[in-house]
């Protein structure tokens, strides 16, 4: 049994019933909505055309929610239909990131996640969806797409019809009947500075900007829907405390394991970053959640195909190997603890350490894989990148504590050259990334917001170009003196991470999936 619409916009007309019985029969907060109307107007004056649009939460057979969702708050049904538990929700907005038909909202009322469930309580007292019940032209068609002798199986399967963001692969259970390809594709249609009765949300205006029109149909949306960006500045600014304190560690246990020597830097000042970066990430995690007192349904309501899930478990467990290896640190310099039994400690350490670092900075190439309305982050280049630039910006962490702690042959040995060439290799990666050729049309607008868009200057000029200052500040101190330079290695680095992280996050999500 697979549930379905079918939406027939040769007889749509526009009116919004549906999206006003939706409002009702949900109580869908003002301004927020689980099916909507989307107008598009093609041509010129007199010659134009409008065309409408009905988009709602699709059903999909491999629905992305559900597999990102980390506490199972969104589940797929027997009967196809996706719905969600409000209970569960932690309003980490992982499901927003992973759906690529911009479906699901953040309620206003409860601050968890809701979207279109078929109206599945209607559906369980055998009757239909409220839109369906009061669509004046009967253009919705509701049932089970898995019966031939349905009535709506027996519409798709005979006359054409379309799906929205095909190139997902997410099995979309709404069809379309004579809808306008400018209606069902967001890159076809941008937005101008004006809606039919309002202005647009200035986030959506600002991104269309960026978009180009077609020269043919000068097609424009004309009414849709606000959808900002789900994820800010704390979502990036957790990209650099875990790439820091992750990159310290993951050096400090490479130092062990080729016998470099670190001195203090190795033994407590890089577990302290990897401990308190472990330490700021979880915070700025838990501080992003709409309903943070739930933030241990992760552990306790698990999802185990979530890797927000397995984010969770990575971070605990680097956080106490990180723990563990400071303890000896601090131990062996009280006294409590010998400095042979102190480095016997740490070398069985150094391996798990080594791969719980990568594993910390890494996990998250596989998170914002799961985020499949994300082209851009679907890169198979992310997983090392995010490992390269945990060198760089640990490595540069570490090379602005040795100006504090005096001369460390290690420093010179490993960190230095580590961190120019961590350095190097990043900013190869980000300008083979954005500059290369894309799977998608979406990945590619989002590329090109990037280097010659709204984000140029700061990709370029942050991004690429101080991180190649400070590789070059890195390689200079590798090569004479390792204090200053250094020191001013590890900082741009730092800033050049922020820089980067902040238009990777953003330029990520400006791409309008609706």
Not at 80 to 85: L, N, P, R, Y
Not at 188 to 199: E, K, S, V
Not at 324 to 353: E, Q
């Amino acid at each position: 049994m697979r549930y379905g619409f079918a939406i027939d916009q040769r007889t749509c007309i526009g009116c919004h019933a549906c999206t006003v019985a939706c409002k009702t029969e949900h109580d869908v907060p003002v301004g927020q909505f689980r099916t909507w109307v989307k107008y598009v107007e093609s041509g010129e004056f007199p010659a134009t055309t409008r065309d409408f649009g009905v988009l709602r939460c699709n059903h999909c057979t491999d629905a992305p929610c559900v597999t990102i969702c980390p506490t199972q708050a969104l589940f797929q049904r027997d009967d196809g239909i996706v719905d969600f538990d409000n209970e569960r929700c932690i309003g980490c907005k992982a499901c927003l990131q992973a759906c690529p038909y911009d479906a699901i909202y953040l309620d206003e009322q409860t601050h968890t996640a809701a979207k279109c469930n078929f109206c599945a309580h209607r559906v369980d007292a055998g009757l239909e969806p409220a839109c369906v019940v009061v669509c004046p032209t009967h253009s919705i068609w509701v049932g089970d797409l898995d019966d031939p002798g349905s009535g709506i199986a027996r519409l798709v399967a005979g006359n054409p019809v379309q799906v929205r963001a095909p190139e997902q692969h997410t099995g979309p259970n709404v069809f379309y009947l004579g809808a306008d390809r400018a209606v069902l594709d967001p890159l076809a249609a941008p937005t101008g500075d004006t809606y039919l009765w309002a202005r647009p949300d200035e986030h959506r205006r600002s991104v269309s900007a960026d978009l180009p029109t077609d020269p043919v149909s000068k097609a424009r949306t004309t009414l849709n829907t606000a959808h900002p960006r789900p994820w800010g500045w704390r979502v990036t600014t957790y990209l650099w405390t875990k790439a820091v304190g992750a990159g310290a560690m993951l050096l400090a246990a490479v130092a062990v394991l080729a016998g470099a020597d670190l001195g203090v830097l190795g033994d407590l000042v890089a577990p302290a970053l990897g401990v308190g970066g472990v330490a700021l990430t979880g915070g700025l995690l838990v501080w992003d959640l709409k309903r943070p007192e739930r933030f241990l349904y992760i552990l306790l309501k698990p999802n185990p195909r979530s890797w927000m899930f397995w984010g969770a478990v990575v971070l605990a467990a680097g956080a106490a190997l990180f723990t563990a290896w400071l303890a000896v640190g601090v131990l062996a310099a009280a006294g409590v603890l010998p400095s042979g039994s102190a480095g016997t400690v740490r070398a069985w350490l150094a391996v798990p350490t080594v791969l719980a670092a990568a594993m910390v900075a890494g996990y998250t190439g596989f998170l914002f894989g799961q985020a499949e309305g994300r082209d851009l982050w679907q890169s198979p280049l992310l997983l090392w990148q995010l490992i390269v630039q945990a060198a760089m910006a640990g490595g540069g962490a570490l090379a602005v504590a040795a100006v504090t702690v005096g001369p460390v042959p290690g420093v010179r040995t490993l960190v230095l050259p580590a961190v120019a060439l961590a350095a190097a290799v990043h900013a190869v990666m980000a300008v083979v990334e954005y500059t290369g050729r894309h799977a998608t049309a979406h990945a590619a607008v989002a590329a090109r917001m990037v280097v010659a868009g709204r984000y140029a200057r700061l990709f370029w000029g942050g991004g690429v170009g101080l991180t190649l200052a400070g590789a070059a500040l890195a390689a200079a101190a590798w090569a004479g003196a390792p204090g200053a330079t250094g020191l001013a290695a590890g900082l741009v680095l730092q800033a050049a991470l922020l820089a980067h992280e902040s238009v990777f996050v953003r330029a990520g999500q400006d791409v309008p999936l609706s």
